[in-house]
Nanobody, 124 residues
Framework: QVQLVESGGGLVQAGGSLRLSCATSGRTFSRYAMGWFRQIPGKEREFVAGISWSGGSTDYADSVKGRFTISRDNAKNTVYLQMTMLKPEDTAVYYC?????????????????WGQGTQVTVSE
């Protein structure tokens, strides 16, 4: 069993930055590809960013390319999402997810473990 705990969400003005962290339990973190998703009430969950087990490959939704950066520290069992140039439309609950494969997936149903989510609110 893998537990994921997100942190770093909050309220920020448009144009600002936030850094989300996702701390994981378990000794096999380095074998998991990781992803960040977000969801607005009433809408489907959407893929934001993903990173392979080694960190050598990353993928981003078009809406966040050039603004968000995903990274991981396997020694600390933690994955990060650095968000810059935030826009009001980035407001959502952000979820961290892990899948028991080495490569990235953009579909949420391919992930095995999920965190509880952290709220990000971007004001005008």
């Amino acid at each position: 069993q893998v537990q994921l705990v997100e942190s770093g969400g909050g309220l920020v003005q448009a144009g600002g930055s936030l850094r989300l962290s996702c701390a994981t339990s378990g000794r096999t973190f380095s074998r998991y590809a990781m992803g960040w998703f977000r969801q607005i009430p009433g809408k489907e969950r959407e893929f934001v960013a993903g990173i392979s087990w080694s960190g050598g490959s990353t993928d981003y939704a078009d809406s966040v390319k050039g603004r968000f950066t995903i990274s991981r520290d396997n020694a600390k069992n933690t994955v990060y999402l650095q968000m810059t140039m935030l826009k009001p439309e980035d407001t959502a609950v952000y979820y961290c997810a892990a899948r028991q494969f080495l490569n990235i997936a953009t579909r949420g149903e391919l992930y095995d473990y999920w965190g509880q989510g952290t709220q990000v609110t971007v004001s005008e």
